[in-house]
């Protein structure tokens, strides 16, 4: 297991560090749907961008005899837009956040 290999001081800080800031986003955030918006922010851009574009390149290059240019730049398109898709979804959960979302 894990753990056991780890520094002990290490864990424990990591451990409490951790649980600190669960329970300061406990306190704070008022709504659950914030909460939702930061998950679904990760969740819609990996699996709409990142994985599939990820696992075409990293199978194209275990089992791709050659790789075509054209559709690397493509799945590297994919990547990038979904890294801007990513920080979009998580301006506009802070903005909710911070009220100038202007929503509920």
Wanted: glycine share 10%; hydrophobic share 55%; charged share 10%.
């Amino acid at each position: 297991m894990a753990y056991k290999d780890m520094n002990l001081v290490l864990y424990l800080l990591t451990t409490f560090v951790l649980y600190g800031l669960e329970m300061l986003g406990a306190i704070l955030i008022e709504d659950i749907s914030t909460v939702f918006e930061f998950a679904s922010a990760f969740a819609v851009t990996a699996l709409a961008f990142w994985f599939p574009a990820g696992y075409f390149l990293m199978a194209q290059t275990k089992y791709g005899k050659e790789p075509n240019p054209t559709q690397q730049r493509v799945a590297k398109l994919l990547i990038f837009v979904g890294v801007l898709n990513f920080f979009v979804g998580v301006f506009a959960g802070v903005l909710n956040v911070i009220g100038a979302g202007g929503g509920h």
